[in-house]
């Protein structure tokens, strides 16, 4: 039996730049075309934000793993939080009369823009977010 060991980060968003660094070189040796690269790079650190602000709000760790499947690109985030859904609260569309009072709030609809596919599932404790995006592996 093999142990696969997942990179862990603090849920700190002073984290964020290593995280971004991460995520663009594992993605360019997955092979993932480079005009994918600035949309993963938002919805990577769209959710740890929403992880680290709106689900630890303190202390935590966060587990990333990056993988190439038959030409998609595959992002799991894993989190110890408390099991919170909030992939299917994001719109579909932003309506630009929405006044807004109070900054952010866009992070969700930046993510499903980004990506092809968004799951959650609660995990016992924690969450398990997947985002899929599609077709930017080159497999040649």
């Known amino acids: 039996m093999s142990t696969r060991l997942l990179p862990r980060f ?7 730049s290593r995280i971004r660094d991460y995520v ?8 993932v075309v480079p ?3 600035d949309g993963l790079r938002v919805a990577v650190d769209e959710a740890v934000t929403n992880i680290i602000v709106h689900g630890y709000g303190g202390p935590g760790e966060i587990t990333l793993e990056l993988s190439a499947e038959r030409g998609d ?3 799991r985030l894993c989190d110890k939080a408390p099991a919170f859904d909030s992939a299917n609260e994001a719109p579909d569309e932003l309506n630009p009369d929405d ?28 969450n398990e977010l997947t985002m899929i995006k599609r077709n930017v592996v080159d497999v040649g």
């Open 10 to 16: 603090k849920a700190d968003l002073g984290e964020l």
């Open 24 to 31: 663009t070189k594992t993605a360019t040796g997955l092979g």
């Open 73 to 75: 690109l595959v992002v």
């Open 99 to 126: 006044s807004r009072t109070r900054p952010g709030g866009f992070g969700l609809y930046l993510m499903k823009q980004a990506m092809d596919d968004i799951t959650h599932r609660p995990l016992h404790p924690g």
């Open 35 to 37: 005009t994918a690269l």
